[in-house]
């Protein structure tokens, strides 16, 4: 792969370092990701009827059952190397933190250790009553099923349109993007807010901003650098690059 000089001896020099992941980082794992044509998800299914609080008081059962079989799916991908290439680059750096939207999990599962995820965990389950976590339930053929504290529906923790984001997570994700001197944009069609906020709060706080994406975005205007590619092959070059690494250096994915 073929990266700007520059660009790599600016990296080499960066101490501090954010980064805000969305679903094409994931789509060489095999998870859908939302917005591409042929295989978007939403291309298949109306957020407006699965990934809103109204949509789950209309019609509990649909969504629960269209989670479930999201939650099946994700439970079976892996992390690809452009996740590790991300977990092998926070060792080598002073500060580091990744701001998610993907529900996924799979950048904790490829070993990074500081990741925000500002979206919630399709993996965790809440009332939507108490909006409290929910480790088990009765298996009483409830659809979805019901609280064992309230007797409320329980839904996946994940963040719906018109749901404010974890407050903790989105306060430290900001924050990250205030201080760092390069922030990554990666995967991310840069459209759904608050979350498409945060690599514009970087650049103009003073980072260099870095988007990796094979299609170019709202963000791309604003970017410093834009690497035309799949994350899952840019981020392994980039870290060699960055880090004199040769491929047999990096964790072994
Ligand atoms: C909020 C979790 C306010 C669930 C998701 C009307 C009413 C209320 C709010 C709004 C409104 N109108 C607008 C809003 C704001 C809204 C919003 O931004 N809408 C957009 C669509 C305009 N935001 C919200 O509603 C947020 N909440 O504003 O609350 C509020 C304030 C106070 C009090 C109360 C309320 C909540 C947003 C979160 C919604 N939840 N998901 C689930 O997953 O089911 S959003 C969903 O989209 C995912 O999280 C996803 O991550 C996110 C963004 O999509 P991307 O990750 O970027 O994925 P996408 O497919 O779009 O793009 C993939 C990219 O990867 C592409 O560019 C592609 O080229 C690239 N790619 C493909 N392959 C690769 C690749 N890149 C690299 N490598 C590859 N191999």
Not at 56 to 74: A, H, I, K, L
Not at 206 to 227: H, K, Q, S
Request: charged share 20%; proline share 7%.
């Amino acid at each position: 792969m073929n990266l700007d000089s520059m660009l790599v001896q600016q990296l080499k020099q960066a101490r501090r370092i954010a980064v805000l992941t969305g679903a094409g980082i994931s789509a060489e794992s095999g998870v859908p990701t939302f917005r591409d044509a042929q295989t978007g998800v939403w291309a298949n299914f109306d957020p407006d009827e699965l990934a809103t609080p109204d949509a789950f008081r209309r019609n509990p059962e649909r969504v629960w059952t269209w989670y479930q079989s999201r939650r099946d799916m994700m439970s079976r991908v892996r992390p690809n190397p452009g996740h590790f290439a991300l977990a092998e680059w926070e060792k080598r750096v002073d500060a580091w933190s990744i701001a998610t939207q993907n529900i996924d999990g799979l950048h904790r599962m490829a070993g990074s250790q500081r990741v925000y995820e500002i979206h919630g965990n399709i993996h965790r389950s809440k009332c939507f009553v108490e909006n409290t976590l929910v480790e088990s339930w009765a298996n009483d053929g409830s659809v979805p099923p019901r609280c064992p504290h309230c007797g409320g529906f329980i839904r996946p923790d994940v963040v719906w349109f018109g749901e404010i984001l974890p407050q903790q997570e989105m306060a430290d994700a900001q924050e990250a993007a205030l201080r760092c001197d390069v922030y990554l944009s990666i995967g991310t069609s840069a459209i759904v807010y608050p979350a498409a906020g945060l690599p514009i709060m970087a650049k103009q706080a003073g980072a260099l901003l870095i988007e990796i994406n094979p299609d170019e975005t709202p963000l791309t205007v604003a970017a410093d650098f834009f690497l035309k590619g799949k994350s899952g092959e840019v981020l392994p070059a980039l870290v060699d690059a960055v880090f004199d690494l040769v491929p047999m250096d990096r964790a072994a994915n």
